[in-house]
């Protein structure tokens, strides 16, 4: 499965910015998706994911309430709404796929992910 991340971007502090995941080759399908950022000289951090069935999404504590991520099977694409950008958000965000069934949780850590995309940068900056 190849993954592709897009829509990021350089925004001002408290803008928005929302993230779409696709698959290239293959599908989504009904996999659990983590979106993940790793900014300079930092490790990489898991921000959110969903679960199979759309019903259970987690959130890192620092994105409570500005992030939202949502699944679109029709599109078959994942998006991360991201509102209330903050410096500290400044990041490469990728997404990730996990095969399995995910009911009521998602995995929470990179190693648990087989398959991720190619990154996108999220600036934000004054």
């Known amino acids: 499965v190849q993954l592709q991340a897009f829509g990021g971007g350089s925004v001002q502090p408290g803008g928005s910015l929302r993230l779409s995941c696709a698959a290239s080759?293959?599908?989504?399908?009904?996999?659990?998706i983590g979106w993940f950022r790793q900014a300079p000289g930092k490790e990489r951090e898991g921000v959110s994911c969903?679960?199979?069935?759309?019903?259970?999404?987690w959130y890192v504590d620092s994105v409570k309430g500005r992030f939202t991520i949502s699944r679109d099977n029709a599109l078959d694409t994942v998006y991360l709404q991201m509102n209330s950008l903050k410096p500290e958000d400044t990041a490469v965000y990728y997404c990730?796929?996990?095969?399995?069934?995910?009911?009521?949780?998602?995995?929470?850590?990179?190693?648990?992910?087989?398959?991720w995309g190619q990154g996108t940068q999220v600036t934000v900056s004054s």
């Open positions: 080759g293959s599908t989504l399908g009904s996999n659990a």
């Open positions: 990730a796929l996990v095969h399995g069934i995910f009911l009521g949780n998602c995995p929470r850590a990179g190693v648990q992910y087989a398959y």
């Open positions: 969903i679960d199979s069935g759309a019903g259970f999404r």
